[in-house]
């Protein structure tokens, strides 16, 4: 069956038949979808509570996404065990005045109730709206912008970078001031969820945030993300940020487990038991969020690494930097770890190729990498020696060499790579070894705060400041929690950073502490 007609699959036995004929006939063999009767629901709770959700945006469509979940911390989530038939609608107008598309999915307790649906023959560069129904209750509404076409004259694009979202450890104030902004598009960096059991509150714990706990132990089976995902899908401005924007999503280790590499987790489990966990979490991510079929998970493996072009602007290269990584080096201690040089690999073989393929080809103005962890070399003990976060590119020494050796050789032009996991800001330059004197960056590399992980933060420690110093590379340090939101056009690339003075407390002040530029050709980092 081609992926066409397994879409189509996924709507009811009568409007196949209605829509194919005959031709129908091939899908009787898939299991279940249409042989078992659709449940006639009624709900006494909001089915939507977890909100909707639109992503992978494209010249001619995107993904609208929600899950039924009207009891989401209750064992079957307050659904039968049945698959519900779930109308959806996309308009033209915020008012749904003009439906341009309109059809019927299953959300099948198989993936949790949830609906992907991955809407096409829309126009390129205009926003949209979508919701949803089932059992008689309405959605709420959410907007989606389709992108300039591949190759397209694109003058300008504005998108906002966001991660780093542990539930307890702060509000999501910065995801309020996120939708109100109403970006093109967000890319999400990873560390959606975090896997740790909750830690009770205590005398010390910030009122706002004494019920913003995780339930206790760390969590291992798909019920225990789906309800984690769930905790963090029932905030308020996360769900205004989801229904602003499209989203387009990696995950970094924490929806999985802390710093996991390939087969390897952190406790040293044999690798045959990780692939249940793996497995366990890749489907409550694919199932919580707006991803193609393409990434639908087989088993423990899941296609994340993707490209989308935004006109003849951007080519946002999507990696994924944990799934096929070797071990990190010294037993993922970065204390005296002199073994930079061992790991193989980092994306992978195949990952790799792909992505330098791309580079070369690329006719884009900027070129990005959208991913997980730090690619500069920075040396993180001040002091005499040289101390690198092992968990990141500068701990894989080899494939970091590689990358930027091609990015220079083939002149791949206007590269910035987009990060986050250290909850801080930095922005930089990429130097191949930003130790050699004289060296010329190959790139620009923007990491992006935390949402809410680290608590308040605070603008830099005399720490900062002594590796700042340390680093020429290195330009920008801030420690509060926001977003980075970027202005992109041919002529210049703008990031501003926004932060607030506090996500321990409600309505948290929103400023931009820099705006950080770089123009075409230079791969410098200009600090406004
Ligand atoms: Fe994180």
């Given at each position: 069956m081609n992926q066409r007609s397994y879409d189509r699959a996924l709507h009811t036995r009568r409007h196949l038949i209605r829509r194919f004929g005959v031709a129908a006939?091939?899908?009787?063999?898939?299991?279940?979808?249409?042989r078992e009767a659709l449940a006639q629901v009624s709900f006494?709770?909001?089915?939507?509570?977890l909100g909707v959700a639109s992503g992978e945006a494209a010249g001619d469509g995107f993904v609208i996404w929600t899950r039924l979940a009207?009891?989401?911390?209750e064992i079957g989530f307050g659904l039968p065990s049945q698959p519900v038939e779930v109308e959806w609608e996309v308009a033209s107008d915020e008012g749904f005045r003009t439906i341009v598309r309109a059809d019927k999915a299953i959300a099948n307790p198989m993936m949790a109730h949830s609906v992907h649906v991955e809407v096409d023959g829309l126009s390129p560069a205009r926003p949209y709206w979508y919701r949803f129904r089932a059992g008689g209750v309405q959605s709420p509404v959410g907007r989606a912008k389709t992108s300039p076409l591949?190759?397209?004259?694109?003058?300008r694009a504005r998108f906002a970078v966001v991660g780093c979202?542990?539930?307890?450890?702060?509000?999501?104030t910065a995801y309020r001031h996120l939708a109100a902004a109403e970006p093109d598009f967000v890319f999400c960096y990873g560390?959606?969820?975090?896997e740790n059991g909750g830690t009770p509150a205590s005398a010390t714990t910030p009122p706002a945030l004494a019920n913003r706990r995780h339930l206790p132990g760390e969590i291992f089976s798909v019920d225990d993300y789906r309800r984690r995902y769930a905790q963090y899908k029932s905030d308020p401005d996360l769900k205004a940020a989801h229904a602003a924007a499209a989203w387009y999503p990696v995950w970094d280790d924490h929806e999985t487990?802390?710093?996991?590499a390939s087969e390897w987790?952190?406790?040293?489990?044999?690798p045959e038991l990780f692939r249940f966990r793996k497995q366990a979490a890749f489907q409550a991510y694919y199932e919580h969020?707006?991803?193609?079929?393409?990434?639908?998970?087989n088993g423990a493996s899941l296609q994340l690494y993707r490209r989308a072009p935004i006109g003849d602007l951007i080519d946002l290269n999507?990696?994924?930097?944990?799934?096929?990584?070797?071990n990190q080096p010294?037993?993922?201690?970065?204390?005296?770890?002199?073994?930079?040089?061992?790991?193989?690999?980092?994306?992978?073989d195949v990952q790799e190729a792909w992505l330098k393929q791309g580079l070369s080809a690329s006719k884009a103005r900027w070129n990005v990498?959208?991913?997980?962890?730090?690619?500069m070399d920075l040396?993180?003990?001040?002091?005499e020696g040289y101390r690198a976060n092992?968990?990141?590119?500068a701990g894989y020494r080899a494939p970091r060499g590689r990358v930027l050796q091609h990015i220079a050789d083939a002149r791949v032009a206007n590269v910035v790579v987009l990060t986050g996991d250290e909850h801080v800001n930095y922005a930089g330059e990429v130097h191949?070894?930003?130790?050699?004197?004289g060296s010329n960056p190959v790139a620009v590399e923007f990491t992006s705060t935390s949402i809410?992980?680290?608590?308040?933060?605070?603008?830099?420690t005399t720490n900062d400041q002594a590796v700042l110093s340390a680093?020429?590379?290195?330009?920008f340090v801030n420690r509060q929690r926001g977003f980075m939101l970027c202005n992109v056009g041919k002529d210049g690339w703008e990031t501003s950073v926004r932060v607030l003075?506090?996500?321990?407390?409600?309505n948290g002040k929103l400023s931009t502490r820099a705006t950080l530029s770089v123009a075409p050709g230079s791969n410098r980092v200009t600090i406004g």
């Open positions: 006939g091939v899908f009787v063999a898939a299991p279940l979808l249409f006494s709770d909001d089915p939507f509570q009207p009891k989401p911390f591949a190759g397209a004259p694109t003058p979202q542990h539930y307890e450890s702060g509000l999501y560390d959606y969820i975090y487990d802390n710093n996991w987790d952190e406790k040293g489990t044999p969020m707006p991803l193609r079929r393409s990434s639908l998970p999507l990696l994924d930097t944990r799934q096929y990584r070797s010294c037993n993922d201690q970065s204390a005296g770890c002199a073994d930079l040089n061992s790991a193989p690999h980092f994306l992978g990498l959208a991913q997980q962890v730090v690619m040396d993180r003990d001040p002091g092992v968990d990141s590119w191949l070894d930003s130790r050699k004197s809410s992980s680290g608590g308040d933060g605070q603008d830099q680093n020429a590379a290195l330009k003075d506090k996500v321990s407390e409600p």
